[in-house]
Structures are given as structure tokens and as C-alpha cells.
């Protein structure tokens, strides 16, 4: 019989993309599903697998929920991926992030070592940790010093997984992801924001895109790859912690340009600070502007991960590079946008 997961986060970038993987190597395949206003169960629909997977009710704020979910399933693999993730959001809701992101991950880890199972744990850790990041590259053993509610929470979700496996054994991995993207992104964050933009700016239905730091860099790689790393992690005989990363880093004044190539238009910057925009050279029309609401109290400047060790110790690669994805996700949206069915 195929081995048992457990993904929490399901209905998220990572978990439809993880559940797919899994769904493909065998697995009998378990879903955490919160039970929110609306139930999002959109991406596990737009992948066809949504009836391939066994969800459960789940919310990591309820201890005896997870006990018991966990009780039911009784899984060989746990993936923690469920978060309050969004960066920004965090400094609103500094309390709650750190309940979910940080406490949550804690009663999981109590739950598993209280049932005595012999049960891998993965831990979505982040780049996040690093924030103003104290080497360059970061790798395993770059110092972290983050700079956010949702870094902090993460950090204390990180040193967890640490402890536990040092303190009681458990054969829990902890894997430091730096950001990663796809046509299944969240709207909010700035890739998908971007690629969803100029789609409807392209199609007529949206007049120009407004952001926050075009100065910010990023690691960023294609969540399809990272989710096999995940799945990698903890195939180990032994539980350890792994940088994801691709050791390419761009800027969003580059994201933007590239996903603006995708639809023939040529960016030239104008201006300064929130004054500055981005006109496209043959129209001259006026697609970027700043909106300082979108700036953050602390920012991560730059990020650039060094992926070395999960290289060498679990044989991970890449398939997709940086032009790869933008066009990808610039792909999907007009697909979307055509089709007047963007649900998320
Ligand atoms: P995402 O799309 O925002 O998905 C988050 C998932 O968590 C959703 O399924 C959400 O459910 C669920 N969730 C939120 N609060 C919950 C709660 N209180 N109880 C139970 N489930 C809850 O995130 P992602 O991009 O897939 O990322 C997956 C994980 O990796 C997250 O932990 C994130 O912090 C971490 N990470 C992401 C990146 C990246 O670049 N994507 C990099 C490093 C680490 P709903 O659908 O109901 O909202
Ligand atoms: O921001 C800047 C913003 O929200 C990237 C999460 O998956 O990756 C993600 O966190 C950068 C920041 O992602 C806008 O200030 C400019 O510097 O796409 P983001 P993030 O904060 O890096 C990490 C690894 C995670 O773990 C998180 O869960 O882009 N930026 N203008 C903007 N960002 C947004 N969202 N919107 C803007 O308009």
C-alpha cells in the first residue's frame, strides 16, 4: 500500500501543487480545509484533483481539532504548509500571526510527539528569517535576524522543529524556502499581482497597476520544483534543515519588465520616489505608479539563497528559471482574464 500524507495549507499555492506531486508518486493523499466564510478549494479544482484527496476539517489555532485529525489519518508524512503568509498582512495582525505561524506549528509537534508515531514533519520555514540578511549568500547557517511579525513567527516555528528533533527525537525537517511562485500564486503577493495586472491592463479592464518597493530583490523560483524538495526532505534517513533556492536574485523593477516584454510593451522609469512611474516607451502610456500604502514599517531589501546543500545531500534541481516563470504566470493570466474566470 502507498505511504499516508498529511498536507495542512492544501488550498494554498504550495499544498495543490504538493498534493499533485504526491497524488502522482501513489500517495493516499490528506487535506487540511479551514472552515472560512468561503471554502477555497479553488486551485485543487483547476488542477482536476480535488476529488482524488481526502480533506478534513482543520484549523491550527484548535489543539484538540489537530489532535484529532491527526488521531484519524494516522500519517507516515506531515506537511505543515498552512500560514497566515502573507508578509504585509502580518504587521496588522501581528497577534494572530504568531498564533497561527508560530503556536501552530507547535501544537502539531506536541500532537506528534504526544502520539508516539514514527511520522515525518515537514516545516515550511522561509527566507523570511533571514530579513536583513547578515550574509550573502544565506545559507543553513547564516544568522537570522527577521524583520516582520510573520519572519519572527516563523522563526520561533523553525527553532521548534530544531528542538524537538534534538529534544525527542521526532523526524521533523525544516525546509527554509525562499520565494517561490506559479500560476497558482495568491493575488496579493507581488509576482502574481503583477502577471494579473497587465493581463487585465492588456484586455482593457484595469487602467494602470499601482505598487509599493520596486527596489526590493528576491530569490524567486517556480513552486513546482519546490514542492518535489519538500517531498525530498523527508525521504532522508535522517531529519535535517535545507535551504530551497535558486542563487539568482532580481529586483520587482525587473519582474515587472519582463512580464511587460511578455505584452510588447518596453518600460522606461520616470520620476522619483512615490512621484516615479513606468511608461511604456512606444505609447507613452503610464502602466506602473507607486502607492505608498503598499510600502512596509521594515523591509527585507534583498534576498539570494544559496541552495548548495539540498543540491548535494537530496539531488534537487530546477526546471523552471526566471524567464520561465514570468512567462508562465503571464501566460495563465491572459488565459484567465480571456476566460473571465480568475477566481483566485
Ligand atoms: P498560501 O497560498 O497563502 O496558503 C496558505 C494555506 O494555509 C492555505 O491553504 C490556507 O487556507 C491555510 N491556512 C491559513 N491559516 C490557517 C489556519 N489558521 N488553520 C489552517 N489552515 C490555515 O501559502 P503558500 O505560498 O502555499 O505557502 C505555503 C507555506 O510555505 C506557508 O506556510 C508559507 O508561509 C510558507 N512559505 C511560502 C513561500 C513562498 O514563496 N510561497 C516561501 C517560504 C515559505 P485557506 O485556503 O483557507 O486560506
Ligand atoms: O513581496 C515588494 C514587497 O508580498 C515581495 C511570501 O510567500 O515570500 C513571500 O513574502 C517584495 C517585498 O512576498 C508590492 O515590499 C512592492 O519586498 O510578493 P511579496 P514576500 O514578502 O517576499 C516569502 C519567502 C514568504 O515566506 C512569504 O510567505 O515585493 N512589493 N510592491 C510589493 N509586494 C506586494 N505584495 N505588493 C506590492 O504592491
Redesign the pocket.
Known sequence: MGKCAFVTGITGQDGALLAQFLLEKGYDVHGGLRRIGVIGTGRLDELGILDQITLHDFELLEMTNIQRVIDTIKPDEIYNLA?Q????ASFELPIYTADVDGIGAMRLLEVVRSSASDCRFYQAS???MYGKAQATPQSETTPFYPRSP?GVA?LFAHWSTVNYRESYGLRASSGI???HESHLRGR????R?ITLAFAQIAAGKQECL?????D?Q?DWGYAGDYVKGMWQMLQQPQADDFVLATGITHS?RDFVKAAATFHGWDIQWSGEGIEEIGIDRKTDRVLIRINPG???PA??DILCGDPSKAERELGWTRDVEFQGLVELMCESDCRRVGRKTSSF
Do not use: P, Q
Request: without cysteine; aromatic residues 20%; neutral net charge.
Open positions: 500560514a503568509s502573507f508578509v504585509g522561509t527566507s523570511e510573520y516563523k524556502l525562499f520565494n496579493e503577493f507581488v509576482t499581482k499601482e505598487l509599493g518597493n520596486l526590493a528576491r520587482i503598499f510600502y512596509r523591509e527585507v
